[in-house]
């Protein structure tokens, strides 16, 4: 099985995927948005104050939604938990890139018995070893698992159930290496939420400017306080949609695993009991 150390390479992307994420959109928002935004304000304050009969109608172009912070570190948490997710879905395409390896060397109509368990073993962790491409994926290690519980027992049916423990093993990491994807899927709308109460909070703190005739610290209040629910509620449905999709990737890839360790290898396998009940058949 993978044993990810503090060092790994899923730890060093996650560590550059959260640095990417933060100087990509910071930047984005320091060169772009902040300036256009702060241009659109100005234009708009010069436009109401040359026509001050006419009502101020709110801009909503994008720049204008996305400028305030909350919308900054949604769009930061987004473009991260999709770097992961990307991450994720080349590990099952590597993960699927090893299927046609001649894991065990038999011939045509060879079988697996017991007493060659061992040498096969032998043999395919010696192939692990050496190719790169082999280390820390799934199915040498269900066929491995599935050739020393042969060797041990001797038993077909214990090998089968070798196979099935090692694939639920790999489900459970493959879930448990989702729990940060999930944990930013949930962040999302509770940042969103963050910048709705704290533009509430200002839009009250500003309502004696509004009794008095300016509405406009109020409107902007608002407008942060609905943008920011409205942009984490988007890329939360987003993110889910992508969650999703990984985890029926991963679950599809472990269910063509098994198989393929049934096929190739648990019905390669026989004992002297069957050759036994087929010479007393014949």
Known sequence: MKNPG???????????????????????????????????????????????????????????????????????????????????????????????????????????????????????????????????????????????????????????????????MAYDELESNLSLVRYIAWAIPSVGFIGTVRGIGEALALAEEAIRGDISGVTSALGLAFNSTLVALLLSIALMFFVHLLQSKQEKLLIDLEEFANDRVIGQMKTPEQEETQISFT
Not at 88 to 109: C, H, N
């Open 6 to 168: 503090f060092l790994s390479r899923e730890f060093i992307i996650l560590v550059l995927g959260l640095v990417f994420s933060v100087f990509l959109v910071g930047s984005i928002y320091r060169y772009y948005i902040w300036p256009v935004a702060q241009d659109l304000e100005i234009a708009s304050l010069v436009e109401a104050s040359q026509n001050p009969d006419d009502p101020m109608i709110a801009n909503r172009s994008l720049v204008v939604i996305l400028k305030d912070n909350e919308q900054m570190i949604c769009l930061m948490l987004m473009l991260w938990a999709m770097i992961i997710i990307c991450y994720k879905f080349l590990v099952v395409y590597g993960e699927r890139s090893v299927v046609g390896f001649p894991f065990i060397s038999i011939s045509k109509g060879e079988r697996i018995l017991p007493e060659e368990a061992l040498a096969h073993y032998k043999d395919l962790s010696g192939n692990v070893a050496r190719n790169p491409r082999l280390r820390d994926k799934i199915l040498p290690d269900v066929i491995l698992a599935a050739l020393h519980r042969f060797d041990s027992t001797r038993s077909i049916q214990d090998a089968s159930h070798a196979v099935q423990q090692r694939t639920e």
